[in-house]
């Protein structure tokens, strides 16, 4: 039996972390707070034509903020991912 996807530990680069304060009014610490060791978390591979194989996983704050995530595999098998963009899912 396959074991669901985990997310342990998210990396975030300063690039990225700036990209998602400014462009997605987002910080690296709400996208931890929303999908690290969550079980309540949307996990879903998605197959990108621009951008590859690549998670995404949908979470909320503890405050209630939605935050919709792509991430990159390092090691799945202990759940470490890269984050790639970070930001509110269109509703």
Do not use: C, F
């Not at 669901?4 to 931890?32: S, Y």
């Amino acid at each position: 039996m396959r074991q669901p996807v985990r997310i342990v530990e998210v990396r975030i680069d300063e690039t990225v972390a700036d990209k998602i304060r400014t462009k997605h009014n987002m910080t690296p610490e709400e996208v931890r707070e929303a999908l690290v060791l969550r079980p309540d978390v949307d996990r879903r591979w998605e197959n990108h034509p621009e951008h590859g194989r690549r998670l995404l996983a949908e979470g909320t704050t503890y405050e209630g903020r939605p935050v919709l995530a792509a991430l990159l595999p390092v090691d799945v098998d202990d759940g470490i991912w890269m984050l790639k963009t970070a930001r509110s899912p269109k509703t």
